[in-house]
């Protein structure tokens, strides 16, 4: 292990550790850390977004103040060696990070060339490496993910060959930044039985997350993080046995997400959108097949499935965004085609920096407002950034900010374009209990404002709150749909209990 050699009791250590940011842009710095974490422990970070977790992380991992830059006071020690002083390709030996976006740490284009990358970028052997991916793939279960094109995976099929490739490096020390953020429910439990067995090998692992329920019975403690100082430490134990609202009063999302709160369903009459002989092909394979489907006009569609069922494709289709897609639209009396139906959806994207095109925070609200009287442009814009929390903001680039704030710009931009259906695709991924429910007030508003939303979600907390509709696909098509009835709540129940 290079520079680190040997054992210590603890093996990360935080001592009067003190970290901002470089840019006055950014206020999640992390304040006075004093803590441990030893050998072999599984520590989840929580707290509410801009809180410090992923800032923690980076100090552990090496990347602040290395890659990101800021004014660092303290210690933090791995071995008992200073992180600050350590250089990247040492630590890298030592701690592998799984980061919220697998895209952001791959290197190659296939997926086994990325699981060799690291072992390569070490000096390790060609025969060790051939012995590691072999290892690594039947200990994770990717053996079908193998030989194949990154660009060809799903959110959740990148998210496991990015731990295969940490965990081929076979490091002491694994950071994950909200692993699970844009997972299904059957790939998040494939994600807690990969922690489950790297904390049986003897690993030490740090989870900063959002997501807490897959987690319970993994943790050994749980650090929660308020304004960039630990507010709490305890064990897992102890956590567990915190209330719903004490968890809610935190900013924590549930430990126990059930489907209690029924939300009316929005009745069926002439007042309908219909998709008819909706298909779509990438090349010789259909993904899309709905010959027929009608949604209440004003509903809250939870778009479910999972991840590679179809669902982002569907978006795209019923958005007019894939050109070769056929099949009509029909809204209040008129067909819409694909050209057509550009002018009447708009859609929010899981990767919302794809969408982010301009300087500054307000600006990008003003981008989906009319434009023809600009007070009055101004006056929305400056109303929706309140509603989302975002008018401290308004003069800051969109790209500056992180992740669930730039989620929630998106979805500003997606209310100022005052389109009559709005498609949302995963509007709470990263985002902590209070901001869930103010997307979800938000989506509230939306269809009491007459618009119909669909949801593609795999957050159970934001179904309960706001869904009053849902459509399953399954290998491009519709399973089943329908509102709040016994058998579909059901359906939900056990769609989302595989953990």
Same mark, same amino acid.
């Given at each position: 292990m290079g520079a680190f050699v040997g054992r210590c009791v603890f093996l990360i250590e935080f001592q009067n550790v003190t970290f901002t940011y470089q840019s006055t842009e950014r206020e999640s710095g992390v304040y006075n850390l004093n803590?441990?974490?030893?050998? #072999? $422990?599984?520590? *989840?970070?929580? #707290?509410?977004? +801009?809180?410090?977790?992923?800032?923690?992380?980076r100090l552990i991992n090496g990347l602040a103040p290395e890659y990101y830059d800021g004014q660092l006071s303290g210690e933090v020690l791995i071995n &008992?060696?200073?992180?600050?002083?350590?250089?990247?390709?040492?630590?890298?030996?030592?701690?592998?990070?799984?980061? $919220?976006n697998p895209r952001s740490q791959f290197f190659t284009v296939d997926t086994t060339g990325e699981i060799a990358f690291g072992c390569e970028n070490i000096g390790l052997p060609k025969e060790e490496i051939y012995k590691r991916i072999g290892q690594v793939s039947g200990e994770l279960k990717?053996?079908?993910?193998?030989?194949?094109?990154?660009?060809? =995976?799903? &959110?959740?099929?990148? $998210?496991?060959?990015?731990?295969?490739?940490?965990?081929a490096m076979e490091p002491e020390i694994i950071v994950l930044?909200?692993?699970?953020?844009?997972?299904d429910v059957a790939t998040i439990a494939d994600l807690r039985e990969v922690v489950a067995k790297?904390?049986?090998?003897?690993?030490?692992?740090?989870?900063?997350?959002?997501?807490?329920?897959?987690?319970? &019975?993994?943790?050994?403690?749980?650090?929660?993080?308020?304004? +960039?100082?630990?507010?709490?430490?305890?064990?897992?134990?102890?956590?567990?046995?915190?209330s719903e609202a004490q968890l809610q009063k935190m900013g924590l999302r549930s430990l126990h997400p059930t489907f209690t709160s029924e939300i009316p369903v929005t009745p069926m009459n002439d007042e309908t959108i219909s998709l008819t002989d909706f298909r779509f092909s990438y090349g010789r394979n259909e993904t899309i097949n709905i010959p027929q489907l009608s949604i209440p006009r004003g509903a809250i569609v939870g778009v479910l499935g999972d991840n590679g069922a179809g669902k982002t494709t569907f978006a795209k289709c019923l958005c007019g965004l894939e050109k070769s897609a056929t099949g009509v639209l029909q809204i209040g009396g008129d067909n819409l085609n694909a050209k057509q139906r550009?002018?009447?959806?708009?859609?929010?994207?899981?990767?919302?920096?794809? %969408?982010?095109?301009?300087?500054?925070?307000?600006?990008?609200?003003?981008?989906?407002?009319?434009?023809?009287?600009? #007070?009055?442009?101004? %006056?929305?814009?400056?109303?929706?950034?309140?509603? =989302?929390? *975002?008018? %401290?903001?308004?003069?800051?680039?969109?790209?500056s900010l992180s992740?669930?704030?730039?989620?929630?710009?998106?979805?500003?931009?997606?209310?100022?374009?005052?389109?009559?259906?709005?498609?949302?695709?995963e509007p709470t991924s990263g985002l902590d209990y209070h901001h869930m429910i103010e997307v979800a007030t938000n989506l509230i508003a939306l269809s009491k404002m007459g618009k119909t939303l669909f949801i593609i979600?795999?957050?159970?907390?934001?179904?309960?709150?706001?869904?009053?509709?849902?459509?399953?696909?399954e290998h491009g098509k519709i399973k089943w749909s329908g509102g709040w009835t016994a058998d579909n709540r059901q359906r939900l129940h056990n769609f989302f209990s595989t953990i």
């Open positions: 803590f441990t974490i030893p050998d #072999g $422990q599984v520590v *989840l970070l929580c #707290g509410e977004s +801009g809180c410090g977790k992923t800032t923690l992380t &008992g060696k200073n992180t600050a002083k350590t250089p990247l390709y040492e630590l890298s030996k030592i701690v592998g990070s799984v980061f $919220q990717i053996h079908k993910l193998l030989d194949r094109s990154l660009f060809a =995976l799903s &959110g959740g099929e990148k $998210q496991k060959i990015a731990c295969a490739s940490v965990s930044d909200e692993p699970s953020s844009n997972l790297w904390k049986a090998m003897g690993k030490t692992i740090i989870v900063a997350e959002h997501r807490l329920y897959y987690l319970m &019975g993994v943790a050994d403690r749980v650090v929660y993080l308020k304004e +960039g100082r630990i507010a709490k430490d305890v064990s897992a134990v102890d956590f567990g046995n915190l550009i002018h009447k959806c708009y859609m929010v994207m899981q990767d919302v920096n794809h %969408q982010l095109f301009t300087e500054s925070v307000e600006d990008e609200i003003l981008l989906s407002l009319p434009g023809e009287d600009e #007070g009055a442009d101004k %006056q929305q814009a400056e109303k929706i950034l309140s509603n =989302l929390k *975002l008018l %401290q903001f308004r003069n800051l680039h969109p790209m992740g669930g704030q730039k989620q929630r710009v998106a979805i500003g931009s997606a209310i100022a374009s005052d389109k009559e259906v709005l498609v949302f695709d979600t795999h957050d159970p907390e934001l179904i309960a709150q706001c869904c009053n509709y849902f459509m399953f696909i």
